[in-house]
């Protein structure tokens, strides 16, 4: 990613059943999901995001028809990110486990991400919601993350995203849906 701060996105923590069903789908659970089957995220603008070798590998799977784009490397079935499957809304979840540290510097990945803002389905959690902080409220987090999208697409950010065709804004990747059947099983783990 390119051009990361904590003012250009949101850092937080995922506990959605569809989140832990992409990290076993991968066959990364272990490497993804915290103890309570959290994903960390940096939302960001898909424009951020830059693909520098390997885009013919790049993947993407949804787990129901409508759902999300849920990018990695087909490689090593290292995550990217999440995507909604239109150019309209040029927003990526991308997935802490696929951001590569600064080579040089002092600077860690986690301290140009900035603090966790956010939490999100903690009902999902593994063993309980976990005792964590809370970043904001659920209010908050939205209206800044509606302020980012809308700042985003003004500045063109749609146009520019390295997983979606610049004139169709069709998907680099055709999508591999999963069948229920192979939904359920990732999501009984």
């Avoid at 999100?120 to 209010?139: D, E």
């Avoid at 003004?154 to 849906?177: K, Q």
Wanted: net charge positive; glycine share 10%.
């Amino acid at each position: 990613m390119r051009r990361v701060a904590p003012s250009s996105g949101n850092h937080c923590v995922c506990y959605c059943e569809d989140c832990q069903a992409f990290a076993h789908f991968l066959g990364r659970a272990g490497e993804i999901l915290d103890v309570h089957g959290g994903t960390e995220i940096m939302q960001v603008s898909q424009a951020t995001l830059e693909i520098v070798a390997g885009r013919e590998r790049v993947a993407c799977m949804r787990l129901t028809p409508g759902g999300l784009l849920r990018w990695y490397a087909s490689c090593c079935n290292t995550p990217i990110g999440n995507t909604l499957a239109t150019r309209a809304v040029p927003f990526i979840g991308v997935i802490r486990l696929g951001i590569r540290e600064p080579a040089v510097g002092p600077v860690t990945a986690s301290m140009a991400l900035g603090p966790i803002r956010a939490h999100a389905y903690r009902r999902s959690a593994k063993g309980g919601p976990p005792g964590v902080p809370r970043g904001g409220s659920n209010l908050s987090i939205a209206l800044r993350i509606v302020r980012l999208m809308l700042t985003w697409r003004l500045r063109g950010d749609h146009r520019r995203s390295p997983l979606l065709d610049p004139v169709t804004g069709t998907p680099i990747a055709v999508p591999r849906v999963l069948s229920t059947s192979e939904r359920e099983a990732l999501r009984m783990r």
